[in-house]
């Protein structure tokens, strides 16, 4: 069974940096991309990111490039999205995804990492 | 950057069908995926590749694209419909993803 397991809810104050994680399992890690999507409290989904752990190829959309990293560490079939510097603005729920190419679609979901930042 | 319009709410009654409409240039050459998000659950993938469901999705969701237009069709749409749907696609041009901004469907 294809499961994507997401890090838990986290609270953090603006400035701070912060790194959450994806681990997949019940397929080849190293041969679907893993992307993540960010929702803003009572707003829709937002495209972040993609990245593909066989070779690291990692694609971001222009609104996210530069604010987050995304990474991957094949031994362990582990994705992370990270701040280097957070904003009361990044205050969000961010959901990982798996897909085998970019064109077809995200058929799986992990359950949701609520990230909070306030001071 | 690409932009994919969703009427922000469509409405109807138990047993009629919905049709959501998710609007791009020329979204008729790209694949269109549509997802549904229930309050507090993570969304999931009702219709893929414009017209191709997952097991387990009813028939009652179908989906067509062509020209500027992609739609949604749900068919004797049930209260348990209601959500939120979204539609996704893969803009080539700018080899990224792309969401559009989501339309709830009322079950009057």
């Known amino acids: 069974e294809v499961q994507l397991v997401q890090s838990g809810a986290e609270v953090k104050k603006p400035g701070e940096s912060l790194k959450i994680s994806c681990k997949g399992s019940?397929?080849?890690?190293?041969?679907?991309?893993i992307g993540w999507v960010r929702q803003m409290p009572g707003k829709g989904l937002e495209w972040m990111g993609i990245?593909?752990?066989?070779?690291?190829?990692?694609r971001y959309s222009p609104s996210f490039q530069g604010q987050v990293t995304i990474s991957a560490d094949k031994s362990i079939s582990t994705a992370y999205l990270q701040w280097s510097s957070l904003k009361a603005s990044d205050t969000a729920m961010y959901y990982c995804?798996?897909?085998?190419?970019?064109?077809?679609?995200?058929?799986?979901w992990g359950q949701g990492t609520l990230v909070t930042v306030s001071s | 950057s690409y932009v994919l319009t969703q009427p922000p709410s469509v409405s109807v009654a138990p047993g009629q069908t919905a049709r959501i409409t998710c609007g791009g240039n020329n979204i008729g050459s790209k694949s269109v995926h549509w997802y549904q998000q229930k309050p507090g659950q993570a969304p999931v993938l009702v219709v893929y590749d414009d017209s191709d469901r997952p097991s387990g999705i009813p028939e009652r969701f179908s989906g067509s694209n062509s020209g500027n237009t992609a739609t949604l069709t749900i068919s004797r749409v049930e209260a348990g419909d209601e959500a939120d749907y979204y539609c996704?696609?893969?803009?080539?041009?700018?080899?990224?993803?792309?969401f559009g901004g989501g339309t709830k469907l009322t079950v009057l």
């Open positions: 996704q696609v893969w803009d080539s041009s700018s080899d990224l993803g792309v």
């Open positions: 019940g397929y080849s890690f190293t041969s679907y991309w």
């Open positions: 995804v798996n897909t085998k190419t970019t064109v077809t679609p995200f058929d799986y």
């Open positions: 990245i593909y752990p066989g070779d690291s190829d990692t």
